[in-house]
């Protein structure tokens, strides 16, 4: 079993940066690979990144890559999400997720098998 819990969220204006973060208990964490995906209301969750257990490995939603940036301290059991040049439409919950790593990354989010609770992030134009 694998808890995680994000936090970073909030209100920020366009152009600005957010650090999100993701804490996951249990000690096999460095296992796992982590995404992180994002829901509006009346929308399906959407892939925004991903990284793998070694950290070696990383994926990016096209709408995201050179603003967005994953990584993780498996030491610290956390992954790390930055965000710059945040635009209105990044405004969504985002939400961290675990799955035990297989041989490559995956965008498939009923492929995670653990999931947080979520963290606001609002970005105002």
């Known amino acids: 079993q694998v808890q995680l819990v994000e936090s970073g969220g909030g209100l920020v204006q366009a152009g600005g940066s957010l650090r999100l973060s993701c804490v996951a208990s249990?000690?096999?964490?460095?296992?796992?690979?982590i995404g992180w995906f994002r829901q509006v209301p009346g929308k399906e969750r959407e892939f925004v990144t991903a990284?793998?257990?070694?950290?070696?490995?990383?994926d990016y939603a096209d709408s995201v890559k050179g603003r967005f940036i994953i990584s993780r301290d498996n030491a610290k059991n956390s992954v790390y999400l930055q965000m710059n040049s945040l635009q209105p439409e990044d405004t969504a919950v985002y939400y961290c997720?675990?799955?035990?790593?297989?041989?490559?990354?995956?965008?498939?989010?009923?492929?995670?098998?653990?999931w947080g609770q979520g963290t606001q992030v609002t970005v105002s134009s």
């Open positions: 249990g000690r096999t964490f460095s296992s796992y690979d």
């Open positions: 990284i793998s257990w070694s950290g070696r490995r990383t």
């Open positions: 997720a675990a799955r035990r790593s297989i041989a490559s990354l995956t965008r498939v989010r009923g492929e995670y098998d653990f």
